[in-house]
């Protein structure tokens, strides 16, 4: 009979390929083969001073963008520079072929602001930062 060890410390580069690799295996089992992520972006500026920008990543079977960053300098919010960095990276979201697009934002940041964006909320983890503010999940289709 095997003995069995659990071990508490980080994996070799050689243990997390092999994580790796057993994990694309399992997709590919269930007919999801590895993808490969790629990522678009904008960014803000005024005049040569960086403000803000938009980003994010798809894969690329290119069904979901994953909007990763939306910042703009505290000084220069409130004049809809937000909103149009997004809109922005929406439109080339769907150029890319995306069908929705979605996000991760605090509690205290901005879930109205991307409510008023037309994005609804698929998660909401209460109490998840040490201030008390929840994360929220949201997203929005684009057809």
């Known amino acids: 009979m095997s003995s069995f060890e659990f071990i508490e410390r980080e994996m070799t580069d050689e243990e997390f390929a092999q994580e790796c690799a057993g994990f694309d295996q399992h997709g590919r089992d269930f007919g999801n083969p590895p993808t490969v992520t790629k990522r678009y972006g904008f960014v803000v500026m005024d005049g040569k001073k960086f403000i803000g920008c938009a980003s994010g990543l798809v894969n690329d079977s290119y069904h979901w963008f994953y909007l990763t960053d939306l910042f703009i300098e505290k000084e220069y919010r409130g004049l809809g520079l937000g ?6 990276m929406e439109l080339r979201a769907q150029e ?3 069908k929705a697009i979605w996000t991760w934002t605090a509690g205290y940041e901005a879930p109205g602001f991307y409510k008023k964006q037309g994005y609804s909320v698929f998660a909401e983890m209460e109490k998840w930062y040490v201030s008390g503010h929840a994360r ?8």
């Open 83 to 88: 909103a149009q960095a997004l809109q922005k």
């Open 96 to 98: 890319i072929g995306a």
């Open 136 to 143: 929220v999940g949201l997203w929005k289709r684009f057809d």
